[in-house]
């Protein structure tokens, strides 16, 4: 059996010491990240230390994400003597059998029903009055990016002096440069919560929520919604519709791509209040950038390489498109996503890369060609590109009875409508820019009319001029 042990030498790592020969490699692998050491040999055996860190998409070196991860010598599954639950500064790590169990740096005590629900009391009876910060979140924590990640970079140029918080699930989540990272449930995560002025969110907040006075909520969502949502969902179901007007009561302002997404996001959510159609800030580097060229070298794409964007919304009805035959047969490479890191499209090979959990998909669509999708929002923001699309419809019909889209695509495609692996590289192979020009020209007159590379400036000034935060 190999003896471990959890510590921090230069940084959070796993300390393996075993008998006999070393083993080639040390191997600790997750779902979305992995990480290994060669073992070293000692008089009374061999050692090895594995990083409890990774870096993602060629980013910074970060702690490990939380997950569990198999641990294996030369391939084989690890005898392991279990190491109990330790810290270790910005994460936390048991071993059990074969298994690493990494978990966020939040005290136990608190990370349990009862330690939640004291922090919850404590901060939502603070004494203390709201602070000159901004907390920001996006994708429930997994990641920081999208509007909010547009606005806060806006926000740091035009008001250093506001604090800005990043609420993340765990530290493996890169935040932008001089921000705070507060991981959900911690204390910190609670107090800087409760202590913002401004909170920019693109989902539902979180756990339970009551805006303090004078804080406001400016909710950007996710895209542009390709169905219906919230109170506009098929069928009556009281407990979702008092679920979706408690959500909407905590926004003080939500912000819309175009008249589009503010309609669907208003009616599905009941909200009748401030509405900012600003374009999605998000987008500014697609007017703004030059070539994708951060992107392809962080996937390891050549610059010449021919990229086909797959943006997958339903996972069942991702198999009308099998990615390694798309790209074999096309000769491109075939770059996959998800809604998010839940609904991964999960297919890889030689020529498929699955980056669903890549951290900027505005950086993702400057480096594609084209975008093949089966109407996953990411349709409304690669429009502002003026590059290729093609659209996969279901062979049984466009929408799942209960969540009917509400864009007719037969009427408003800017780009040829397939249902076959077959019709769609016969499309590719055929484009014709012209035989799409002038629905493509209407589709980003009504879908994209404010996305101008100026939305973030916009709503920054806007949060400033009427002051959620001071400059």
């Known amino acids: 059996m190999i003896v471990a042990e959890l510590r ?14 070393a083993p080639a490699e040390v191997v600790a692998r997750g779902p979305r990240a992995s990480t290994s050491a060669s073992a070293v040999s000692s008089r009374e055996g061999w050692n090895a230390v594995v990083p409890l860190q990774a870096s993602r998409w060629a980013g910074p070196l970060l702690p490990l994400p939380v997950d569990d991860y198999a641990l294996t010598v030369d391939g084989e599954a690890a005898d392991i003597a279990p190491v109990p639950l330790t810290m270790l500064g910005p ?13 966020p740096p939040v005290d136990p005590a608190y990370d349990s029903g009862e330690g939640q629900a004291a922090l919850e009391r404590r901060y939502a009876t603070r004494p203390d009055g709201l602070e000159n910060a901004a907390f920001f979140e996006s994708r429930l924590g997994h990641v920081a990016g999208g509007d909010p990640r547009a606005i806060d970079g806006e926000l740091a140029r035009r008001a250093p002096a506001v604090t800005r918080y990043w609420s993340v699930v765990d530290l493996s989540v890169a935040v932008p440069d001089g921000a705070v990272a507060v991981v959900e449930g911690s204390p910190q995560w609670w107090r800087a919560r409760g202590a913002a002025r401004l909170l920019v969110v693109d989902d539902w907040l979180r756990r339970r929520f009551v805006r303090s006075p004078g804080q406001v909520v400016l909710q950007t969502w996710h895209g542009s919604p390709p169905r219906r949502l919230g109170l506009r969902l098929p069928g009556w179901n009281a407990r979702r519709a ?4 408690r959500e909407s009561l905590r926004w003080n302002v939500l912000l819309a791509q175009s008249p589009y997404a503010a309609q669907s996001l208003s009616r599905g959510y009941a909200f009748n ?49 099998d990615a390694a035959e798309l790209a074999r047969r096309t000769g491109a490479l075939v770059v996959r996503v998800g809604v998010h890191r839940d609904h991964a499209a999960g297919e890889t090979g030689p020529r498929v890369i699955d980056a669903t959990d890549y951290p900027d998909p505005a950086r993702l669509l400057l480096a594609a060609d084209a975008l093949v999708t089966d109407r996953s929002p990411l349709m409304f923001d690669f429009s502002v590109t003026g590059k290729p699309m093609y659209f996969v419809e279901s062979a049984a019909g466009a929408a799942a009875p209960d969540r009917p889209f509400v864009v007719d695509l037969a009427a ?28 493509y020209a209407q589709w980003r007159a009504v879908f994209n009319g404010r996305d101008d590379g100026h939305a973030a400036e916009r709503v920054v000034a806007r949060i400033l001029d009427q002051g959620f935060v001071d400059a």
């Open 8 to 21: 921090i030498p230069d940084g959070p790592a796993l300390i393996l010491c075993g008998t006999g020969p």
């Open 91 to 103: 994460i936390r790590a048991e071993v059990s059998g074969s298994t690493l169990r990494v978990g």
């Open 242 to 245: 008092a679920a979706v007007v």
């Open 412 to 439: 408003r495609a800017p780009g040829p409508l397939v249902s076959t692996l077959v019709e769609l590289v016969e499309a590719i192979a055929e484009h014709d820019p012209a035989a799409h020009a002038e629905r």
């Open 273 to 321: 209040r401030a509405v900012w159609i600003e374009g999605g800030p998000r987008n500014d580097v697609l007017v703004t950038a030059g070539p994708g060229d951060d992107a392809r070298a962080a996937l390891g794409i050549g610059t010449a390489e021919q990229v086909l964007l797959h943006a997958v919304l339903d996972p069942e009805r991702a198999a009308q498109v």
